[in-house]
Nanobody, 126 residues
Framework: QVQLVESGGGLVQAGGSLRLSCVAS????????MGWFRQAPGKEREFVAA??????????YPADSVKGRFTISRDNAKNTVYLQMNSLKPEDTAVYYC?????????????????WGQGTQVTVSS
């Protein structure tokens, strides 16, 4: 079975940084787009960033809400996707989920992602 395991969440002060990691197993990692989503209480699950299989390491597609602050990357040799989160704000507080897309090219629709991690809590305090 596909398994995605996130790590790196926690409590951080506003303006701080955090790096999330997601280790994948049970799939041909390099051939699938990978994405990060987040969900805050009372809100719908929100697309954060995704990376395609292509371009050696993949083409990066961040959401407008995090562009310039968050960076997604992948290391195919380690079956790992990362989310570097800088300049964190309280509104970034959410459970962050790693997800594997159903194909090699990303989308922003959670329905198109067929495998999900358990999520990791990120809390940004003022």
């Amino acid at each position: 079975q596909v398994q995605l395991v996130e790590s790196g969440g926690g409590l951080v002060q506003a303006g701080g940084s955090l790096r999330l990691s997601c280790v994948a197993s049970g799939l041909t990692f390099s051939t699938y787009a990978m994405g990060w989503f987040r969900q805050a209480p009372g809100k719908e699950r929100e697309f954060v960033a995704a990376v395609n299989w292509s371009g050696g390491g993949g083409i990066i597609y961040p959401a407008d809400s995090v562009k310039g602050r968050f960076t997604i990357s992948r290391d195919n040799a380690k079956n790992t996707v990362y989310l570097q989160m800088n300049s964190l704000k309280p509104e970034d507080t959410a459970v962050y989920y790693c997800a594997a897309h159903s194909g090699p090219y990303y989308s922003t629709n959670p329905q198109d992602f067929r495998s999900w991690g358990q999520g990791t809590q990120v809390t940004v305090s003022s």
